[in-house]
C-alpha cells in the first residue's frame, strides 16, 4: 500500500433529499452549480484536487492544513454569496470536515481512518459549518486568524477513540455545531413526524395533526421537558434511527408511529422508545373513524404520560380535555392554514399568508368556533400588521386582536391565541396587556418554543434582560433544530442592545443573519448595535439593506416608532438608528 500525509475536506449537501424529491431537475442543476462555479475552483485556487464527488458530496485533498481550512472557508462564503438571490427554500447549503490524516493512496482515490474522520465530523457540522479535527487545529495555529470554537471531545460513528472537535467562527461567532446536549433533570421526550401509510398528499395535514396535539398536550405538563414540534419536524420524509436523533435533540425518550387514512376511517400505530436502551416502553395501534381522532389523540397523550413520567398525577390529565371543534373538516382546514401561516412567516411570504387567511377562513364557515382557524388568523393578520404587508397596519392589528380575543372567550388555555394577541397588542403599543398575555401562554404551555421566545421578548424589549435572554436561550435548548432560531438571535440581538452590550449583540445578530438574511428585525438591531459599537460604515450598511427590502418598514421607525418599552432606550434606538441612516444615504 502506498500512502502519504494529506489535508482531508468532507463536504455534503444539507438536505439533498428534500430538494430531490420538491423538483429533481432543478436540485441537480442548483447543485451541479455550485460545485462546478464554488468547489472546484477554490480547490483549484488552494492547490488542492477533488477526489470525487458522490451526486451531493464531495471528497477533497489538499498538501496542507493551512491551505485546507482556507479553501472550506472560501467555499461556504461562495455557497452563501451564490445563494442570496435564491428563495431560502431553494438555497444550496453545504456543511465540511477538515482533517489531517496519514491516508492509503489507491490510484486516483484515498482511503483510511483520516478520510473516515473528515467525513464524520462533516457529519456533525450544521448547514453553513465547517468542523476541524483537533490535529488541524495544531497544525493552523498562530497561521491563520480564525475564531474557533472548543466543542470538547466527540464520539464519532464507527470510530472507537472519542476526538476533540473545533467549529471554525466565520464572520460572527456563531459555532458551526451545537455543543453536545446533556439529558435535562426533567423527563424528556421528542414526538417525531408520524409515517403517512397512505401517501396521500391530502392526509398529511391529518397526519401532521396528530403529531402536532400530541406534542401540544405533552407541552402542557411542566415535568415534562418536550422537543418542540419544529425541531422534531426536520426529520420528517428521513429514515432515521430513534435512537441517533434522540441523542441530537438530547432527550430520553422518542415516540414514532405511523396513519393509514381508508376513507373516514383510519389507523394509527405508536411506539414509545427508550434512547437509552433502544427497548420498547410501549405501543399500541389504534382503529378508529376519523372524527373519533380527539380520542385517539387523548389516549395516546395519557398512555405516554403513564409511561414517561409516572409522577404526573392521573389528574393532571384532565389539562388536556381542551374545548373540541365541532366539525372535522373545520378542524382539517383549519390545520392547513396553520401550516401555511408558519411557512409564510419562516419564508416571508405573504402570499402564502393570504392563503392561510382564505383557509382559515373558509374554518370558520363551517365552524364559527373552531379555536385552530381563529388562532391561525390572530398569527397571520399579526405578521401583517408586524411586517407593514397586504392590508393597513391598522386593519391587521385590530383583527388579530380580534380574533385571539375570540379564541380565548372559547377556550382560556388556548396559548397559541394568547401569544399572537399579545404580539398583535405589543405592536400597538399596549405593553402591559400584550406582557400579561404572553405570561398567560407561558403558564398554560411552558415548553411550548413561541411562547418562550414572545414571553422572551417581552421581558428583553421591556428592560428585564436577565429574564428574557434566560428564557430565550432556553428556546434554544428545546428545539435545536428550529427553523425559527432566527427569531431567537433576533431577541438576543436586542438584548444586546438593551444592556448597551453592542459587541455581543452583534454576536447574536451575525448568528441569525446567516439564517435569514433577509429578515427586517434581524438587520434593524443589527443596525443599532453596529452604530452602538461606532461602526458606522457596517451599521450604514444595513440600513441599505433594510431600505431595499423593507423601505415602510424603516420609515415608520426612523419616524419614532420603536417595540422597546423604556423611554430611555427608545431614545437611544431612534438616535443610533437616524445616525446610521444619515451615513447611508
Known amino acids: ?74 467555499i461556504q462564503a461562495g455557497v452563501q454569496r451564490s445563494g442570496e438571490a435564491i428563495p431560502i427554500e431553494r438555497r444550496v447549503r453545504i456543511r465540511i ?18 478520510v473516515n474522520i473528515a467525513a464524520r465530523l462533516q457529519s456533525l457540522a450544521e448547514a453553513g459549518g465547517i468542523l476541524l479535527s483537533d490535529r488541524v487545529r495544531e497544525d493552523i495555529e498562530g497561521k491563520i486568524e480564525l475564531p474557533l470554537l472548543d466543542l470538547g471531545e466527540r464520539r464519532l460513528h464507527n470510530i472507537t477513540r472519542p476526538l476533540r472537535a473545533w467549529a471554525v467562527i466565520d464572520e460572527g461567532p456563531a459555532p458551526a455545531v451545537q455543543p453536545s446536549l446533556t439529558l435535562p433533570a426533567r423527563p424528556s421526550i421528542v414526538v417525531l ?76 400505530n405508536a411506539q414509545l422508545i427508550d434512547a437509552l436502551s433502544g427497548g420498547h416502553l410501549w405501543a399500541e395501534r389504534y382503529d378508529s373513524v376519523v372524527e373519533d381522532v380527539f380520542d385517539v389523540q387523548e389516549d395516546i397523550t395519557r398512555r405516554i404520560v403513564a409511561a414517561v413520567a409516572p409522577e404526573v398525577e392521573a389528574a393532571e390529565v384532565a389539562i388536556m380535555r381542551r374545548a373540541r371543534p365541532t366539525h372535522f373538516g373545520a378542524h382539517e382546514l383549519a390545520l392547513r392554514a396553520w401550516a401555511d401561516a408558519w411557512q409564510s412567516y419562516v419564508r416571508v411570504d405573504t402570499r402564502l399568508r393570504d392563503h392561510a387567511i382564505a383557509q382559515a377562513e373558509e374554518a370558520l364557515r363551517l365552524d364559527a368556533s373552531c379555536g385552530r382557524a381563529l388562532s391561525t388568523l390572530a398569527f397571520a393578520y399579526w405578521q401583517h400588521a408586524n411586517f407593514r404587508t397586504g392590508l393597513s397596519p391598522e386593519i391587521a392589528v385590530t383583527r388579530a386582536i380580534e380574533y385571539g380575543s375570540r379564541a380565548l372567550e372559547r377556550d382560556r388555555g388556548n396559548y397559541l391565541a394568547s401569544v399572537y394577541r399579545g404580539a398583535a397588542l405589543w405592536v400597538a403599543q399596549k405593553f402591559d396587556e400584550a406582557l400579561e398575555d404572553m405570561r398567560d401562554a ?130 437611544r434606538s431612534l438616535d443610533l438608528l437616524r445616525k446610521a441612516a444619515s451615513h447611508a444615504a
Not at 470536515?97 to 483520516?114: K, P
Not at 432566527?486 to 438584548?495: D, F, I, M, P, Q
Open 1 to 74: 500500500m502506498r500512502r502519504r500525509l494529506s489535508a482531508i475536506v468532507s463536504a455534503d449537501v444539507v438536505g439533498f433529499s428534500r430538494m430531490v424529491e420538491a423538483n429533481e431537475a432543478r436540485a441537480l442543476r442548483a447543485v451541479g452549480a455550485v460545485f462546478r462555479d464554488v468547489v472546484e475552483p477554490a480547490v483549484k485556487r488552494h492547490g488542492g484536487r477533488v477526489v470525487k464527488t458522490t451526486g451531493d458530496g464531495a471528497l477533497i485533498e489538499l498538501e496542507s492544513a493551512v491551505e485546507a481550512v482556507r479553501c472550506a472557508v472560501e
Open 97 to 114: 470536515g477538515v482533517n489531517v490524516a496519514d491516508v492509503v493512496v489507491e490510484g486516483d482515490d484515498i482511503f483510511g481512518d483520516g
Open 193 to 268: 413526524p408520524f409515517d403517512n401509510l397512505g401517501h396521500s398528499p391530502a392526509d398529511e395535514a391529518f397526519v401532521d395533526g396528530i403529531c402536532e396535539d400530541v406534542t401540544t398536550e405533552l407541552s402542557r405538563f411542566s415535568s415534562l421537558f418536550v422537543i418542540a414540534r419544529n425541531s422534531a419536524y426536520t426529520y420528517k420524509g428521513r429514515a432515521v434511527d430513534v435512537r441517533q436523533v434522540a441523542r441530537e435533540l438530547g432527550v430520553r425518550y422518542a415516540l414514532e408511529g405511523s396513519v393509514r387514512v381508508s376513507g373516514k376511517r383510519a389507523r394509527i
Open 442 to 571: 407561558w403558564r398554560h404551555n411552558p415548553n411550548d418554543v413561541s411562547t418562550l421566545i414572545a414571553l422572551g421578548w417581552a421581558e428583553v424589549a421591556s428592560g428585564d434582560t436577565a429574564n428574557g435572554m434566560r428564557r430565550l436561550r432556553e428556546a434554544l435548548r428545546i428545539s435545536p433544530r428550529d427553523p425559527q432560531q432566527y427569531n431567537v438571535y433576533t431577541c438576543l440581538c436586542a438584548g444586546g442592545f438593551v444592556d448597551a452590550d453592542y459587541a455581543r449583540g452583534v454576536e447574536w445578530g451575525s448568528l441569525g443573519k446567516r439564517q435569514q438574511p433577509g429578515y427586517a428585525p434581524i438587520i434593524h438591531y443589527l443596525a443599532l448595535n453596529y452604530a452602538g459599537l461606532g461602526d458606522m460604515a457596517r451599521a450604514a450598511a444595513e440600513i441599505a439593506q433594510l431600505r431595499r427590502i423593507a423601505p415602510e418598514w424603516l420609515e415608520q421607525r426612523l419616524a419614532g416608532f420603536s417595540a422597546l418599552v423604556r423611554p430611555d432606550d427608545r431614545a
